[in-house]
Structure formats: C-alpha cells, structure tokens
C-alpha cells in the first residue's frame, strides 16, 4: 500500500484555502481513495490602496504559511505543494526579486478603453489569430499596456514579470517560473508556439527579459524547506484555478460540457483543437491552456459574482433562506445581460442591475428574493446561449453539463441550467480546483496515470447531484425576450 500526502494552495477571488489530500492506494491498478481535508481556509477580497482596486498578497502569503506550518506541525509527511488561483493578474520584481508596485486587480478601472485602442492599432482579428483567447478588457495584455503607460517610473524598475501562482510559488522555493494554463490567459501567448508573442509584449510595452518561455504543468522548480527542516516538492501543476477544475472536472464524454461555477461561471468543453476561426472570434470563444496539449475552449460568464456582490450590499448572511425565497418568484419575470460590462465592478450591483432592467424596458426587481430570481434566471439563459454556441463549434449536441465548484452547491441553479439548457446537469466535485492541483500533482508523481484515471477516481470518491431538464411551458417567448437583451456591442455580452 502506497499513501501520497499532498496539500493543495487554491486561491479564488472571494476566498482561499490551504487543504490537505490524501490518496491512498493497494496496488497500482486497485482502486483507490482520495480525500481532502480543509486545514485553513481564509478570506480574499478587493482592498482599495492608493485609488486603486489591488489584492493583498502579503496577507495571502500569511495565510499560506499559516496553513503549510499547520501541516508540518501535525508531522504529516507532504509529498508535494501546488499552488493555483485566478488568472490574468500579475506582479512585476526588480533584480532583487522584490515587489514593484502594487498587485492591481484585474477589476480595476485602470484598463478602460485599453482594449479599444490597442484592437485599432493591431487589428482585433490579429490578437485573436495570434492568442485564440477571448477579449476581455482586464486580460493582462491591456493591463500591461495601462501599466506602462500609466505607471513608466513603476515598470522602469522591474526585471521580472509573474502570474499570481508564479509569484508565491518564488516565495516558497526562491525559483522563478512560468506556468503555461496560466500563462494563457494573458492573451499574450502564440497560440502555435506556445511562446510569448513579441509582437504583443512590444504592443504592451513589455521588454522580452521580464518573462522566460512558459513550462508545462506538472514540472517542480523547487523546494519549500518547512520550519521543522522538511524539504517539500513545490509542483507547477494547472496553476490557473480554472484549468485545474478542468482536470477534475468527470466529464463522461467527449461532448460533455463543463460548468466551473464560482465568483465566475466558465462553461466549456476540453478539446484537441483548437477554434480560432472567424466564427469563433464573432462568439468571442476562448482556446485557454489545458494540461496534456488539450485546449480549453469556453466563454467567461458573470457568475455568482453579482449574487456576492448583491448580497454583500443588502447586508444578507444567510444566503440559503434568500434563494428558498427565489424560487418563490414567478420565472423569468425579471431579465438582464449578465455580461454587460456595467456589471465588472459597479459602484452598486443592485443599482446597476436594476437599472439595466429599467433602460431595456424590463420589469424593475425590486426586493432581495427579485434581485436573486433575476440574476439566477438570467445566469440560466446565458448557459444556455453558451452551450448552444458551444454545440455549435464542436458540430453535436451537448451531451451534458457538468457544473464544478462551490457554486454547484446552489441546487436551485442547478435544476435551472437544467431546465434552460434542456440537458443532463451534474453538480459536484465543490472543491474541484483543488482537487485538479492534486491531481496534477498526483500525475507529476506517476501515482496516476492520466487525466482520465483521475477523473475515475474523483467521481469514485467524491459525491454529484444529478438534475433532469423540465419543460416551461412559455420559454421561448422568455427566450426571445433574452436574445434581444443580448444585441448589445460590448466585449463579454456578445
Ligand atoms: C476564475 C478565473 C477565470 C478568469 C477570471 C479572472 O477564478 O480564473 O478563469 O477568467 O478568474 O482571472
């Protein structure tokens, strides 16, 4: 019997933990058991510094030795370490590896109008041929470009330039690395090379020597030397949280779809090839980074993003009772775009909620249960109009949906991306990213064979829900009122 002790860092924009796996196996084919343990899990949140939306990675560090400390304390020999968290966002070091300027976050206004201007001077069509990743105005490519054009005394003393997971990765080994799924989603990477673009770096101001060819996952650039004189294996594993919910993502087939429900909702499906062809550029479909030369081919969705924001405002803690009085709420009464731009970071989601509903001659949700029937139904509708679009790219039908993540946990939303998209749901694993950098870190160590087996043993050891499609009687008269919303020019809302 062999046993694997691995902890997994996964860090989401609302909340991160530190969790420990342990997978155990009889005999190489037997089957196996894999359990996680949440040893610290700790907030993350916008903080405004400076005039600027940043994060606080001093405080996340904080947070991730705590929790590794904790570990090692408890004697439990770790195997292995990987780290994983959102994408796009970056640090810049000096010669010195130390931090210059602040970790803007990706919601930060200081990219508006960047995309806009950098699409004219090089062509819309020409990022995309070159990246196959979806335009989104705080990718890093812009951010980059606010950077140093805002900011030249901040870049001017910068000799490295990492992603989020890279960076506390160099604080745990003193190695500097950049992983590939992550480093995708900068829509600075040549989709064919796998390399960084030169042409887009020298668009974004972005000198060559900051950033050295991406690695696949998987790789282990150092050591974390723990207080009580361990030497632990830092893996590279999928260090964006959305790859590795992927990995772990049980998908049964090939045109199975799947749904990692979070802060944000990324729906997609994995596939071998990938789609940058002008109809793929029209739907603004992403081709990000997935690990084993697969590509993961989805779109960007608000997500329970405007429900935490929603909920945050109104005060509301106990956010079960509000989505019991959701259901209350007489379907698709009240409808929005929920990708419209005015949505990435408003002064007040309520306000810009309602007021979208009022500009396109919508009934106005006025009480808490109305806000949330609004932003589920709505979320609802934008599924479906992702997977159609998705079916429509890999020419069948989506087989069925599997929804990830700790929103998989909202049984209500579930049973309505069900009924909306008219396919199979399954909801669970809740912790995928986590599970996804075990996984990773578990392949790394040839203690799994592939994804596939990984995906077995997931849906062997951890618990899904399983939702049938109902009928609403008067959907398509909904559905049209939907698609009119969604004639609006704007980046994420095509
Ligand atoms: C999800 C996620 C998405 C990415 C967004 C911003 O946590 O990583 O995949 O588009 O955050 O980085």
Partial sequence: MRTHHLAAIDLGASSGR????TFTRQEPDSAATLTLKEIHRFPNN?????????????????????????????????????????????????????????????????????MARMEKQIGRHVIYQKTGIQFMPFNTLYQLRALTEQQPEIASKAAHLLMIPDYFLFRLTGQ????????????????????????????????RRWLQKPTQPGNSPGLWHSPRGRSVPVFS??????????????LTSSHSAYLSSGTWSLMGIESPKAFNHAGALHDNVTNEGG?????????NIMGLWLFQRVCRELNIQDLP?????????????????????????????VSAIREACHQAGEAVPESPAELARCIFDSLAMLYRKIALQLADLQGAPLEDIHIVGGGSQNQFLNQLCADVCQVNVSAGPVEASTLGNIGCQLMAL??????????RIVAMNFEQHHYLPRIHADFAIHWRRFEALCHVNEELAV
Avoid: C
Wanted: glycine residues 6%.
């Fill in 18 to 21: 530190v969790m420990l796996a």
């Fill in 46 to 114: 916008l903080t405004h510094t400076d005039g600027m939306d940043t994060w606080d990675l001093d405080d996340l560090e904080k947070h991730i030795l705590e929790g590794l400390n904790r570990l090692d304390a408890s004697g439990i020999p770790l195997d292995g370490i990987g780290i994983d968290t959102w994408g796009v966002d970056f640090v810049l070091l000096d010669e010195q590896g130390q931090r210059v300027g602040p970790a803007v976050a990706y919601r930060d206004s200081r990219t508006d109008g960047v």
């Fill in 176 to 207: 500097l690395n950049w992983e590939f799924t992550n480093a995708s989603t900068t829509q600075m990477l040549n989709i064919t090379t796998g390399d960084w673009d030169e042409d887009l770096l020298k668009l974004a101001g972005v000198p």
């Fill in 237 to 250: 594993v999928a260090t964006h949280d959305t790859a590795s919910a992927v990995v772990a993502a049980p």
């Fill in 291 to 299: 690990i084993n030369d697969s590509f993961r081919v989805l779109r």
């Fill in 321 to 349: 009772s509000l989505i019991t009085l959701a259901k209350n709420v007489p379907p698709f009464t009240y409808l929005i775009n929920p990708n419209e731009d005015r949505f990435i970071n408003p002064p007040s989601m």
């Fill in 446 to 455: 040839s203690a799994v064979k592939d994804t596939a087996e990984f995906r």
